[in-house]
């Protein structure tokens, strides 16, 4: 009987185990190489401690009690009219109440911790990246530097990436497994997160929200460069000799799949805030009003 249950239990975790690699690829979640990434995978693994702390026990015991009381056991006590234990009601109720209560407390604490919207701190100063979901491709553009780049986002090591988010297409989710939090990209409406690059490496960047016919090869890559490496990648997209504009944005927002990089060394500053406003009639949100209001 032990065999036949260990057996079954065994293919389980083996067809687990298949079904977990077979979406293996270069997005390691579990292979952070940020601050945001590496307090998730904390996250991920005191969870997952936590909750074993129930599963192995009542696994093992499972187990144990269908060997120990088998029809053929002739030696196990039989105790038809039994019907209550102190000490077992005690133990599974307070370690599970216990569990639930120190989860209760984690999911808080970094809840708070890890709010996209909540800047890092950092003595370096940040800079900030405008993110556009299109079909299929993600359009970045660097308002304080005046470039934009499709299908590729630079960053340098140790420095905070302010990103603000919108869609101008469909519902997306804009997301760097290794540096961190997803966050939806949204036609209209404006997200923001703040991730950091800890190490120097190239990340994938994918959509983790189905979005028609390209959204599979809807990626794009993350070069987190040392300083001086960013400054020469900003001087490469300064020497293209293409310009978003209204225009060329225009174009450039049709719907096109496996999209390659492209460059572009000037863009119109108001670009990001038209592509919100063409879903507000018109209207541009006040990005200095916490209350949101609007202003034409």
Not at 18 to 23: C, D, Y
Not at 45 to 53: P, Q
Not at 185 to 205: K, S, V
Request: proline share 5%; glycine share 6%.
């Amino acid at each position: 009987m032990v065999r036949r249950i260990t057996s079954r239990t065994s293919a389980i975790l083996r067809l687990g185990l298949v079904a977990g690699l077979s979406g293996c690829s270069d997005l390691h979640v579990l292979d952070p190489k940020g601050a945001v990434g590496a307090a998730e995978k904390s996250l991920i693994a005191t969870s997952t401690w936590a909750m074993l702390i129930v599963v192995v026990p009542v696994i093992f015991l499972t187990l144990l009690f269908a060997w120990r009381y088998r029809a053929s056991n002739r030696n196990a006590t039989y105790a038809p009219k039994w019907a209550h234990s102190t000490a077992i009601e005690i133990v599974i109720w307070t370690v599970p109440s216990l569990i639930i209560l120190f989860l209760g407390i984690l999911t808080w604490k970094t809840t708070h911790e890890l709010d996209p919207y909540r800047p890092l701190e950092s003595s370096v100063k940040p800079i900030d990246v405008e993110v556009v979901a299109l079909d299929w491709k993600w359009l970045f553009v660097y308002p304080d530097l005046g470039i934009a780049s499709v299908n590729q986002l630079a960053v340098p090591v140790g420095t905070p990436v302010n990103f603000r988010i919108t869609s101008d297409a469909v519902m997306n989710s804009f997301f760097i497994p290794q540096l961190g939090t997803q966050v939806y990209a949204m036609a209209g409406m404006q997200t923001r997160l703040h991730l950091i690059a800890d190490e120097p490496g190239d990340f994938a960047g994918i959509s983790a929200n189905y979005s028609g016919r390209g959204f599979s090869d809807m990626k794009f890559r993350t070069l987190a460069t040392p300083r001086d490496a960013f400054d020469a990648w900003v001087a490469k997209v300064r020497a293209s000799s293409d310009r978003l504009d209204m225009t060329a944005y225009s174009q450039l927002a049709q719907p096109s799949e496996k999209q390659p990089v492209r460059y572009y060394s000037t863009v119109d500053p108001r670009l990001f805030n038209n592509i919100i406003a063409k879903y507000n009639n018109g209207q541009v949100l006040d990005l200095t009003d916490a209350a949101c209001r609007t202003k034409g």
